[in-house]
């Protein structure tokens, strides 16, 4: 697909048991996110945590902050597939500053 000025990147994100991700954003960029492996739990901004099973997904509008991502299990790995629709050169990923 050829979209001027945007990039459609995709990656997969594997998440050992109980691991999480620091709370992080994606920019301006369109985020989707779908479980390929065990379960997920996610927390955008100052909604609920909300728990995902493998084939579900969800979407995060640019500028959302990713409060919580991490593996639901302590014994099993988790897999995401995400899909970033971003302006071309955009970082995909910006951490929380460290307090």
Request: no cysteine; charged share 20%.
């Amino acid at each position: 697909m050829n979209v001027k000025g945007k990039t459609f990147t995709s990656a997969i994100v594997a998440f050992p048991p109980g691991a999480s991700a620091l709370p992080h954003r994606h920019g301006q960029a369109f985020v989707y996110a779908h479980v390929l492996e065990g379960t997920v739990r996610s927390k955008l901004d100052d909604k609920p945590v909300i728990t995902y099973h493998q084939g579900e997904n969800w979407g995060e509008q640019p500028g959302a902050h990713h409060v919580l991502t991490e593996n639901a299990s302590r014994t099993k790995p988790a897999k995401i597939l995400v899909v970033f629709v971003s302006d071309t050169g955009a970082k995909l990923k910006v951490e929380d500053p460290k307090s």
